[in-house]
């Protein structure tokens, strides 16, 4: 049995102003447990805190700037130790083939990658003073399964995400022996204001608050890799599972219909 959200926790959840992240946040609130909530946008983390002022800390910023983390630092030492930090902040940014633009990859990068492992910087330590005391001390780290499969215009944002996940894999196997655990979640399409700007069919859409729901019962049981909804990840395996030559006639075809669209 996991030790993991059985006790009151102290957790921070970065990109909690939005989405997936504002569920989770709501599903851990009703959970008990004691929130550092980031986000760049103040208002919408005070709208969170509203729900339990006494188990709350808004604690604004932007997760690429090293400033920021700074004085986010300073409000997770005062916070005391901490248990787990769910880093969920990201973009996704489709990169339009007939004007190529490296710009598009370079926002992907710096938001999903470099902004996550800015985040690192600070959590880290916190995370290893808890372990220390002998506690549980969790990083999770919210992937894509998007990267599995070469979609058409997704070049930055599967890139990014591909990059993040070996980024989580690598740090699991060197914090292993600490005995902190690194946790990769990697959802299918989730109903949130980055996916509603998108204006290609989503198989298997789930919401907010299903994603949510899996995500903190993944954490919960103990789990490493938390990938969801299952229909979507197996076709995503299933597919990947065969000959290049045969996925990169898919994803070409794929491609051309969502251009001609
Ligand atoms: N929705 C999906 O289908 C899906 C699928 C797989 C993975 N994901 C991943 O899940 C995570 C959350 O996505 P979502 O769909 O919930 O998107 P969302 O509704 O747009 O939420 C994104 C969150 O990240 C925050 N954020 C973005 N850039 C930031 C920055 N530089 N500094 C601080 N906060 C920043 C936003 O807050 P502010 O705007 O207030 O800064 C917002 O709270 C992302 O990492 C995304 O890649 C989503």
């Known amino acids: 049995m996991s030790e993991r959200l059985q006790s009151k926790s102290n957790i921070w959840i970065t990109g ?9 946040t709501q599903a851990l609130t009703r959970g008990g447990h004691n929130l550092v909530i980031t986000g760049r946008r103040q208002q919408p983390l005070e709208d969170l805190k509203a729900a339990a002022p006494e188990r709350i800390v808004a604690a604004a910023g932007d997760t690429t700037s090293k400033e920021d983390l700074k004085s986010i630092a300073n409000v997770l030492e005062d916070q005391g130790d901490l248990h787990m930090a769910i880093l969920n902040a990201g973009t996704c940014e489709y990169l339009d083939i007939t004007h190529y633009d490296s710009d598009v990859i370079e926002k992907n990068i710096h938001t999903n990658v470099i902004g996550t492992a800015r985040c690192v910087d600070i959590a880290l330590p916190a995370l290893r ?25 997704a070049e930055g944002y599967g890139a990014s995400k591909a990059a993040l996940t070996y980024f989580a894999q690598a740090l699991r196997a060197d914090l292993a022996k600490e005995g902190i655990d690194v946790v ?29 729901e899996r995500i903190v019962a993944g954490l919960a049981k103990g789990k490493n890799e938390i990938a969801f909804p299952k229909r979507f990840t197996w076709m995503l395996r299933t597919l990947g599972a065969l000959p290049q030559r045969a996925i990169d006639r898919m994803a070409a075809s794929m491609a051309r219909k969502s251009t001609n669209k």
């Open 16 to 24: 909690a102003s939005s989405g997936i992240g504002e569920a989770v």
């Open 129 to 153: 003073r808890t372990r220390a005391k002998g506690l549980p001390a969790t990083l999770v780290i919210v992937s894509s399964s998007a990267w599995w499969f070469p979609f058409g215009r």
């Open 184 to 212: 990769v979640v990697s959802p299918g399409f989730v109903k949130t204001p980055l996916t509603d700007r998108n204006d290609f069919p989503m198989p298997f859409l789930v919401t907010a608050d299903d994603a949510a």
